[in-house]
């Protein structure tokens, strides 16, 4: 007898948006954003938006001070796109996706040789190419899947609920439910949630139940990453 599925996965396709952004003159970008969302009020609110950042001398604070206007202007930054390191490691602090050079699949390279005896992690230092996207509220005993990406949430997540990614995940709402980042390995994956209320994390397999959530972390923007192996909760 044939066994049944207990789960399906969907894929779902949600407009998203790229923001180029040519210069750190963040004065200037946030004139240009402001008219931006207030000319194109019915296709920018709530966006979800790629910035794309090719100025070399755009900086960490740069970034913090850009996506705090999108975010006054009703878009959400989701990730960025860029070549430059320092931006790298802050969107990754701050729960965003990291994108590659392009959405298109390039040429591709010969792997390196490891000297390492271990097996290489498939999905281990992996730049995901397009998050999937959630907009609505995750209800309770429901479960959602980002199969080979990272997963952005958009709406509440509920007691029961289950979010997994292969890569990270990004909650802008309150999350009541179980999160589930990494689940094939990835240990550089990381979780943030705008008002933490979880019931349980987990990394790759590292995993905290909450029966209770302790004060200094319920209702708090939240980050988890993985530190030596072991759950590290900072308040971001």
């Known amino acids: 007898?044939?066994?049944?599925?207990?789960?399906?996965?969907?894929?779902?396709?949600?407009?998203?948006?790229?923001?180029?952004?040519?210069?750190?003159?963040t004065d200037d970008l946030l004139t240009e954003i402001a008219d931006l969302a207030?000319?194109?009020?019915?296709?920018?609110?709530?966006?979800?938006?790629?910035?794309?950042?090719?100025?070399?001398?755009?900086?960490?604070n740069e970034l913090a001070v850009l996506i705090e206007i999108?975010?006054?202007?009703?878009?959400?930054?989701?990730?960025?796109?860029?070549q430059k390191q320092e931006l790298i490691d802050f969107a990754k602090f701050s729960g965003l996706a990291v994108f590659g050079k392009s959405l298109t699949p390039s040429k591709s390279k010969k792997p390196k040789k490891t000297t390492n005896?271990?097996?290489?992690?498939?999905?281990?230092d992996k730049v995901y190419q397009a998050p999937k996207i959630v907009a609505n509220k995750v209800y309770s005993s429901?479960?959602?899947?980002a199969m080979d990406s990272d997963l952005v949430l958009l709406g509440k997540v509920k007691s029961d609920a289950e979010v997994m990614s292969y890569g990270s995940i990004s909650a802008y709402k309150e999350v009541q439910g179980k999160v589930f980042a990494g689940i094939y390995g990835d240990e550089k994956a990381t979780i943030f949630i705008h008002s933490f209320n979880v019931q349980?994390?987990?990394?790759?397999?590292v995993y905290k139940k909450f029966d209770v959530v302790p004060t200094k972390l319920y209702a708090r923007s939240v980050m988890v990453d993985l530190n030596?192996?072991?759950?590290?909760?900072q308040i971001v």
Do not use: C, W
Request: hydrophobic share 40%.
């Open 117 to 124: 005896d271990e097996p290489p992690n498939p999905h281990q």
């Open 38 to 60: 207030s000319n194109n009020k019915k296709q920018f609110q709530h966006a979800p938006v790629i910035l794309e950042i090719e100025n070399k001398h755009f900086q960490a």
């Open 228 to 233: 030596e192996g072991k759950l590290r909760f």
């Open 142 to 145: 429901a479960q959602v899947v």
């Open 70 to 82: 999108l975010t006054q202007n009703d878009m959400v930054a989701v990730g960025i796109r860029s």
């Open 200 to 205: 349980l994390v987990s990394i790759a397999g």
């Open 1 to 25: 007898m044939k066994k049944a599925n207990l789960i399906e996965v969907k894929t779902q396709t949600e407009a998203l948006y790229t923001l180029r952004v040519l210069t750190n003159n």
